[in-house]
């Protein structure tokens, strides 16, 4: 009776080896399936979380630009020589004055230089925007040596010192390349820069009454999510001021 | 029936008093591995919850920090403009004030700034609301200073820094607004003021006619900010015309000496009697530089037209009519008296000197046989491109027609004056420019003038401007300064012009304040900078 006491005591039956073979087993499948789920739900999460963050960064790149739009050119915008942002040949352009050259001398009507003090050689093809308090003109700037900037064309009107302004506009593209599906962002006439990849449609508007601006834009990897920015250009409101 | 599947595995000395704890404590360590995994789990939801939500909170926060921080930039403008609004312009100085803001101003101080705003500098503000926090901080620094004989002309730059930033958060933004600013001192040109009434009551009255929308600031062309309306209790239209009388007759007055008769005679080239200039119209003669015209006696009518490069003025007395010619340009005069003899000269200075009173003042049209008719048409031009006419009566001035300037551009019915480089001073003066008798020194628009009338000049009367008629719209393109304004159901509205308003402009030609004074002649938001 003892022995078989003995015998009955420790270790496991086979019944009860398989049954917990079994558990754990289904035990195990839960937990990779569970994980498995887990897993892609992350992954999921995070691609989804890094395209926000790229849509967030490239709208507040865009945000800042629009922020710039207008500023230092109070004056020529509220004569109407410059607008802030304006749609040419699919892109949006914003501008800004980029420098303010101090003017050494008055320019005249006919002339095509302008006499300036520390002419940078870089302003050579951005545009040159002269101002007073009642009028301005746009013309571009074919060289820049010596103090003395060269224009593409003559001017239309005489300024006096110290009441005449200049300023070297810096200009910047935004647009999309549908066909690499990038969001290109250009400035002055250095190449385009990717802005943002992997987009599936881009829009910006600008109401030039409101002076606000409303970037949409969508990715491929889910077209129907939009992410938005819709702000007010502060320094193109400036030139709408009284 | 013996069914072990391995041997035995012998006891452990802990288990040695029977107790088979494997088959126990494995599952309480199921039980703890999965409570482990799960509360890893889960705590690994909640940190990333956590993360998620402070990183969204950041960026939301960031957005309400730069809000703040704008916050504090707009805060600083609306106080400066407050300040600006409270202060009773033009400020009236003693000479001593003046002379020392002078020199401070040319050593590039902004004492005048201080004394224009009457608070110390720099401006500081500071508000909460919620849990938003912004304060700013406005500092001016001179841009260039105008002087001129007997005023100056200031451009300072200021930069209101702000700093904003939420109670809950440590960190702070900062902006900036770059604005300008401009201010005139000393016995300024009275065509700096858009609008201004300096006499009994003064400030009363401008008030109440802004406030009752009988007289409308408009924004300058240039589209800047409106200028401030100034206003002042003490008589600032000088009672003397007799710098532009000096200037007109090329002679030299020196006070407290007046102009006399023979002073007179000698400068128009009569003879040398003690006897009063016969009525007529005369130019005074100089060997160097032509004069000025001289009209002695009330006219009748004086019309201005601008025609074929040359500018026309027809003149009315009682004794016949005088024509002229001329063209600065060319400096050529033709001039032709009652005789019908024309006689050819130098162009004049443009100051037209009237010892009496106009009955009839206008813009005409071109008869072909030379001579002018008034006419009620906006398109006729009164005054040549690039001239700069100054009329200084004695006595009162009539307006009936409109007094448009050449080459203005004409948009929405209104005249623009963008590309003109033409300016008219009219300048009622109220005292006789020989006897120094008082006179009638007031501008009347008369009843008669069209009912949308526009005058494209600066407009100076020391008894006062009335507008006749119950359906003017006058539109004054320029500036009204004078010791009271009299509208009669008639709505005036000026739109001044940024040339002369400018703290750079000359004011050639314009009558001078009688005593020196302090004022803010612009102001403008330039840009926004973020740091």
């Given amino acids: ?242 | 029936m013996p069914s072990k599947s391995w041997p035995e595995t012998p006891c452990s000395e802990k288990c040695a008093d029977g107790r088979i704890t494997g088959r126990t404590g494995s599952i309480t360590m199921g039980v703890v591995f999965a409570s482990f995994l799960i509360s890893t789990l889960g705590l690994g939801l909640c940190l990333l919850t956590w993360t998620y939500r402070q990183w969204s909170a950041y960026k939301s926060d960031a957005v309400l920090i730069r809000e703040a921080a704008e916050n504090g930039a707009r805060a600083g403008q609306a106080a400066l403009d407050e300040i600006l609004a409270g202060r009773p312009f033009p400020l009236i100085l003693a000479e001593g004030e003046y002379e020392a803001l002078r020199a401070a101003t040319l050593a590039g101080e902004t004492d005048a700034v201080a004394a224009a705003l009457g608070t110390g500098l720099p401006l500081t503000a500071a508000e909460t609301a919620g849990g938003w926090e912004w304060s700013s901080e406005t500092e001016f620094r001179s841009v260039r200073v105008a002087d001129s004989e007997s005023f100056f002309g200031a451009a300072f730059a200021a930069t209101i820094e702000a700093r904003g930033r939420l109670s809950r958060r440590p960190q702070n933004k900062r902006t900036a607004l770059d604005l300008g600013l401009s201010l005139m001192a000393g016995r300024v040109p009275l065509s700096s003021f858009p609008f201004l009434l300096a006499g009994e009551n003064g400030p009363e009255n401008a008030a109440a006619l802004l406030a009752e929308g009988r007289v409308v600031l408009a924004p300058p062309e240039s589209g800047s900010a409106s200028p401030l309306p100034a206003a002042a209790g003490l008589p600032l239209i000088p009672t003397d015309p007799e710098p532009l009388v000096a200037e007109a007759l090329r002679i030299k007055i020196f006070s407290p000496d007046k102009l006399t008769v023979l002073q007179l005679r000698r400068a128009l080239g009569l003879p040398l009697v003690d006897e009063p200039v016969p009525d007529g119209v005369y130019l005074a003669v100089s060997e160097a530089v032509p004069g000025g015209i001289f009209i002695q006696g009330d006219v009748d009518e004086m019309i201005l037209a601008a025609g074929d490069g040359r500018q026309h003025l027809q003149v009315r007395l009682e004794e016949g009519l005088w024509r002229m010619i001329f063209s600065p340009a060319e400096d050529v005069l033709e001039m032709t008296g009652p005789d019908g003899i024309p006689s050819l000269g130098r162009a004049p200075l443009p100051v037209v000197l009237i010892n009496g009173s106009v009955a009839s003042l206008g813009g005409g049209l071109i008869e072909t046989d030379g001579t002018l008719s008034l006419t009620d048409s906006p398109d006729a031009p009164s005054l040549l491109a690039g001239l700069s006419l100054t009329l200084v009566s004695a006595g009162e001035i009539v307006i009936s027609t409109h007094l448009i300037q050449d080459g203005v551009r004409w948009k929405d019915g209104i005249p623009y004056l963008k590309d003109a480089s033409t300016q008219l001073f009219i300048y009622a003066s109220g005292r006789d420019l020989v006897t120094g008798a008082r006179a009638d020194g007031r501008i009347r628009v008369a009843a008669e003038a069209p009912a949308g009338l526009h005058l494209q000049a600066s407009l100076t009367a020391r008894d006062g401007v009335r507008l006749e008629g119950t359906r003017h719209e006058v539109t004054v393109s320029g500036g009204l300064q004078a010791s009271g304004l009299e509208t009669a159901g008639a709505l005036l509205t000026i739109r001044p012009d940024d040339r002369l308003t400018s703290d750079l402009a000359d004011g050639a030609g314009s009558p001078r304040a009688a005593v020196p004074v302090l004022f803010i002649s612009g102001r403008e938001i330039l840009q926004w900078t973020d740091r």
Wanted: net charge positive.
């Fill in chain 1, 1 to 242: 009776m003892r022995k078989r006491a003995e015998d009955r005591s420790p270790g496991f039956s086979l019944l009860e080896a398989l049954l917990s073979l079994t558990i754990f087993f289904l035990i195990f499948a839960g937990s990779l399936e569970f994980f498995g789920t887990a897993r892609r739900v992350f992954f999921r999460l995070l691609s989804r979380q890094e395209n926000h963050q790229a849509a967030w960064a490239a709208l507040d790149r865009i945000r800042s630009d629009v922020l710039l739009a207008g500023r230092g050119l109070v004056r020529p915008m509220r004569l109407g020589i410059v607008a802030p942002a304006e749609e040419a040949g699919g892109r949006w352009v914003l501008v800004r004055a980029g420098a303010a050259p101090v003017l050494t001398a008055g320019p005249r009507a006919g002339e095509t230089t302008v006499a300036v003090a520390g002419a940078n050689p870089d302003w050579a093809g951005k545009t040159l925007c002269l101002y007073d308090r009642t009028r301005g003109e746009k013309a571009v700037i074919l060289e820049a040596v010596g103090g003395i900037l060269t224009l593409s064309s003559p001017l239309d009107c005489d300024y006096r010192i110290p009441e005449a302004s200049a300023a070297v506009l810096q200009t910047t593209s935004l647009f999309l390349d549908a066909g690499q599906g990038v969001l290109r962002r250009k400035s002055d006439s250095s190449s385009a820069q990717p802005l943002l990849e992997d987009v599936h449609s881009f829009t910006f508007i600008y109401d030039s009454e409101t002076c606000l601006a409303e970037a949409r834009l969508s990715l491929a990897s889910a077209p129907e999510e939009f992410h938005a920015l819709k702000i007010l250009a502060r320094n193109a409101l400036l030139g709408k001021m009284r």
